[in-house]
């Protein structure tokens, strides 16, 4: 357990560095700025060009603020995953890895703190955002602290499960130049009900929604933050907070088992084809 | 064009040696192929670069199947999505690519050869761009397909020269930003990452440029995408004249503009950065 813990402690310690020291501290708040407030923004025109600026309507919080939690599924999968094309072929120390006494997976995870410290800037800057120029109405009184701490810690163990299966993934391919986090997670905003509730899905799609753990997770954030908003919308308004919240820790163990069994599979079938050390570029 | 025999050995093999014109394509041929090649030996990228992106889109237009937005918004998003295969390509491919291949340590090569560097660049340009011209393809015929968009093609002379001046002008860009980067370390990477989503937003690539207050939509169309995205909506979608933002006759004269001023600056800033680089000792060093 102490190899575990040094491990992970360490790992996050040099992806900070990674991270955040390769410009000045005001360029790096620029870039942790710009970037998911661009995102948000590109939602908001979107709307507000259909609905004419209506930014009082339920559906705009909705689709507001799964938006920026969202920004965790990117940054948590992007930073455990790109870890090991990063240390593989830009600096070539994923095999020294593998000879040091350390506990694989810990280290990974630990890898991706740094993003999910950004993304956490990055989150709370598009909040208040919206909430100052966008009429997000959040009534900081009204807001259920207890379930949103609870499920935003568990919902980051999930997503670090999820990082770790694409870590292993990331094992037996190449690199692809771009995020393959960002790509996945891309992918998963459809079935997840980020950005608009499930129902609009076609039917044979909903039960893939359904069985994302990350569904659950937005909804108990919107919950505890803009209750009556979000429980207006139908898609999981038979259950209530407990009962969700039972769900995506069931979820989340199925999805810690599948990360371990998928990460150590990978990785043997890595060794076995020599990809521990592979450098590809074209 | 010409070329001219020279001799290692006599008395056993002597090697032809290209030069001028020859040698030139030859070197864009030699970069292009392994970007063409290489990337149909390793098959993921088909999952990760049309099935995943797909994915991505469709969300887009969930969204504005939520809102209750017109149906060519549809089309809009499936196009805008298929376009940003290009985007990534520029930025991850041919801007970053020099430092990337600094890390790899092939840079110093490239510079060492008695090849042009700006042959390096078209090389992985004309490769990036064949290569992911499959990927926008696929996206869009299998977002058109699924969501069934209506197309009313206008004029297909003028779609293929609008995304041909829309392409030499963008990877012309590519260039640019290749040999500016030369002098970037770590910098190059964070900096493609940040220029993704803000060009999503400016470019309109998910929503008509014309929403946008003119003159931050006329700013914006220094990127080639965002008038070439215009131009080509409103070619191919029965309401996309009413939703561009200039005629198409004065979007070509723009783009075409573009491609001159950015093959040249290319070309220019290579030179001074190659140099620059040189004298400084930044290409082969590694900041890390």
Not at chain 1, 4 to 12: E, L, M, N, V, Y
Request: net charge positive; glycine share 8%.
């Amino acid at each position: 357990m102490y190899t575990k813990i040094r491990t992970f402690r360490i790992a996050a310690w040099l992806g900070w560095q990674i991270e955040s020291n390769w410009t000045d501290p005001f360029l790096f708040a620029v870039y942790s700025i710009a970037k998911p407030l661009a995102g948000a923004a590109i939602l908001v025109v979107m709307y507000s060009i259909i609905t004419n600026k209506a930014f009082d309507t339920p559906i705009f919080p909705y689709i507001y603020l799964g938006n920026a939690f969202y920004m965790y599924v990117g940054g948590v999968m992007t930073g455990i995953s790109w870890a090991v094309i990063d240390d593989r072929e830009r600096y070539k120390t994923l095999k020294y890895m593998y000879v040091a006494p350390i506990h694989m997976p810990s280290y990974l995870i630990g890898r991706g703190v740094a993003r999910f410290i950004v993304a956490t800037i990055s989150v709370l800057i598009t909040i208040l955002f919206g909430v100052a120029f966008l009429h997000v109405k959040i009534n900081l009184d009204a807001v259920n602290w207890g379930l949103f701490f609870v499920s935003l810690f568990v919902g980051i163990i999930m997503l670090a499960m999820m990082g770790l299966m694409l870590a292993g993934v990331t094992l037996l391919i190449a690199q692809h130049v771009w995020f393959i986090g960002d790509a996945v997670a891309g992918a998963l905003y459809l079935f997840s009900g980020a950005i608009f509730p499930l129902d609009v899905l076609p039917k044979f799609l909903r039960p893939v929604g359904y069985f994302m753990p990350i569904t659950y997770w937005l909804e108990l954030l919107r919950r505890s933050l803009v209750g009556s908003v979000a429980q207006a919308f139908p898609t999981l308004a038979g259950f209530n907070n407990n009962q969700l919240m039972s769900i995506l820790l069931g979820l989340t163990a199925v999805f810690a088992v599948l990360a371990g069994v998928i990460f150590y599979w990978c990785e043997y079938r890595a060794r076995e084809r020599g990809l521990i050390d592979i450098v590809t570029n074209y | 064009m010409k070329s001219e025999q020279w001799t290692v050995d006599s008395n056993q093999w002597a090697v032809e040696k290209n030069s001028g014109l020859k040698f030139f394509l030859q070197t864009v041929i030699a970069r292009a192929y392994p970007r063409i090649i290489g990337q149909q030996r390793e098959k993921s990228w088909m999952f990760f670069d049309i099935f995943l992106p797909l994915l991505a889109v469709s969300a887009y237009v969930f969204v504005y199947r939520a809102i209750g937005a017109p149906e060519e918004y549809v089309g809009f998003v499936v196009m805008g999505g298929a376009m940003t295969a290009f985007w990534m390509n520029v930025l991850w491919s041919m801007s970053s690519q020099l430092y990337w291949e600094k890390e790899m340590g092939n840079l110093a090569l490239y510079i060492m050869a008695p090849n042009s560097m700006m042959a390096i660049l078209l090389g992985m340009a004309l490769g990036g761009m064949v290569a992911t011209l499959l990927r926008a393809l696929a996206i869009t015929l299998l977002g058109s397909w699924i969501f069934d968009i209506p197309y009313a093609v206008v004029s297909f002379g003028q779609l293929f020269l609008v995304f041909m001046l829309a392409m030499v002008a963008l990877y012309g860009m590519g260039m640019l930003f290749a040999s500016l980067f030369l002098l970037l370390s770590r910098e190059a990477w964070h900096l493609s990452n940040l220029a993704q989503e803000p060009v999503y937003l400016f470019s309109g690539f998910y929503f008509p440029i014309k929403s946008f207050n003119f003159w931050v939509a006329m700013s914006a169309s220094i990127i080639p995408l965002t008038l070439g995205l215009d131009a080509m909506r409103q070619l191919v979608f029965p309401s996309g004249a009413a939703l561009g933002f200039l005629s198409i006759p004065v979007e070509m004269g723009i783009l075409s503009g573009l491609c001159v001023v950015f093959l040249t600056a290319a070309k220019l800033l290579l030179a001074y950065m190659e140099k620059l680089a040189i004298r400084e000792g930044r290409l082969t060093e590694s900041r890390r």
